[in-house]
C-alpha cells in the first residue's frame, strides 16, 4: 500500500507553545488529506479536510484559528497546534486520499503524541 | 441513525474461532467502503476494501449487502494477533469519509 509519514511521531511541549505536525505522501500525490485526533481509548474524531491548494474545511466544533492547516503541495499538509494547552494533548493523525485504478482509499500516517505539560 | 454504527463489544472469542462483525451506514448513496484494523497506540491500517460481489483475502472475507445497508467482515481460525479494534468505513464522495467507532476484538488463548 501506500505510505504516508508524519513528523515528528511525539513531542512534549510547555503550555502556550506552539506545535507544527507534517504529514507527507511519499509515493504518490494527495489532493485531499484529513487529520483526525484521538484520545485514549476513544474513537478518531475528524478535525479537519485539507485540499491542496484551497482553505481547509473544518468539522463542527474544531477551532479554524487554533488548529491551521496548510495544504501547500500535493505531497505535504501540516497542522499547526497554537497556543497549546494540557487539554489538546492527544494523539493526532493524518490520512491522505489516494485515487488510483479505479479506487479511492485512504492511508493513514503513524500519527503524533502531543503532550502538553 | 448514526452514520456508521458498529457493536463497539468487546468481542472475547477463543483462538482458531470464526468471528463475525457487521457495520450498518444510513446513507443509501454511499460509495464505497473499507474495513481497518488499528491497533492500541497506533494508527488505523487498510484491511481491505469491500466490494459488492464480496471479497476474500486469506481468512477474511468482508461482504456488501446495500439493500440491508450493511458490511461485514469474518475472520476465520482466528489468531492472537487478530487482536485490535477493527472501523468499518464509509466514503460518501466528495471528501466525506465516516469512520466507525469501532469494534474491539480479544482473542484468547
Redesign the interface.
Known sequence: ?AVVSQHPSWVICKSGTSVKIECRSLDFQAT?M?WYRQFPKQ??M?MA?S?EGSKA?YEQGVEKDKFLINHASLTLSTLTVTSAHPEDSS?Y?CSA?QIAGG?????????T?LTVL | RKEVEQDPGPFNVPEGATVAFNCTYSNSASQSFFWYRQDCRKEPKLLMSVYSSGNEDGRFTAQLNRASQYISLLIRDSKLSDSATYLCVVNLGDDKIIFGKGTRLHILP
Open positions: 500500500g485531499t484529513f474513537s478518531l475528524l479536510t485540499n474545511t494523539f493523525i486520499r479506487a479511492d482509499t485512504q492511508y493513514f500516517g503513524p500519527g503524541r
